[in-house]
């Protein structure tokens, strides 16, 4: 009886232990949100580890950033603060919620409108992997295209990425396909009139986005661009 006793009392503690672990916090936690004016926003909020402490930015919209503050977590709670500039005025926004694998839920409070308000909020974190489709826009002279790949890793090498890029019409299977330590890369051939032409691409991997670079040859002459794709819904 009392050796029972010591393992439901074990149990319990192991139990106990488990539920206050901290979860999974790091990565690109992304919403929807309607405006009070009806405008429909699309945030991400970027949490990271950098040397044992928590750190993180807001993405309000594409190409801007903010740096949260007042980051604090406990247990599966978590809550920050964001403070930026909006016409000449301080805006505070606090977010708090509770994360649950892959999902935040709970509340934002924001003088947005000029007064306090507070709103559902529902977060999910990005895959942390570059499988899916993803999306970007090609550029040439006033011509522009959307070019899409579509990626999936290698069941046998983990490292190695497969799939199959579009690019105006043409479909084809990418080359040199790798996945590592965050970076991605890929190469395209194509071929026109008997002649191939390879365009490669690097990049790393961000949560829903992939920011770096691409690189073919224009004439003999070797060129870059900057390359932003995004994770497309499949």
Excluded at 13 to 42: C, H, Q, V
Excluded at 86 to 94: I, L, P
Excluded at 178 to 194: C, I
Aim: glycine share 10%.
């Amino acid at each position: 009886m009392r050796t029972l006793l010591l393992f439901l009392f074990a149990a319990a503690l192991t139990l106990r232990a488990a539920d206050s672990a901290e979860p999974k916090i790091e990565g690109t936690w992304k919403w929807t949100f309607n405006m009070p004016d009806g405008t429909r926003a699309e945030p991400k909020a970027r949490l990271k580890r950098e040397g044992g402490t928590l750190t993180g930015t807001s993405i309000p919209r594409p190409g801007m950033s903010v740096p949260i503050t007042d980051l604090k977590v406990d247990g599966d709670k978590i809550s920050w603060t964001v403070v930026r500039d909006a016409n000449g005025r301080k805006v505070t926004t606090r977010y708090s919620g509770r994360i649950k694998n892959d999902t935040l839920k709970g509340t934002i409070e924001s003088d947005w409108s000029g007064q306090p308000q507070s709103y559902d909020w529902s977060a999910k974190r990005a895959p942390d992997t570059p499988e899916g489709t993803w999306k970007w826009q090609t550029a040439f002279g006033q011509f522009r295209s959307e070019s899409t790949v579509k990626l999936e890793l290698d069941g046998k090498n983990k490292d190695k990425l497969k799939g199959k890029a579009k690019l105006r019409s043409t479909e084809v299977d990418i080359k040199e396909g790798k996945f590592k330590d965050g970076e991605v890369s890929f190469d395209v051939v194509r071929e026109r009139d008997g002649v191939e032409t390879v365009t490669s691409y690097r990049g790393k991997l961000d949560g829903d986005t992939i920011v770096g670079e691409t690189e073919f040859d224009f004439g003999g002459e070797t060129r870059t661009r900057e390359w932003i794709a995004t994770r497309a819904d499949d």
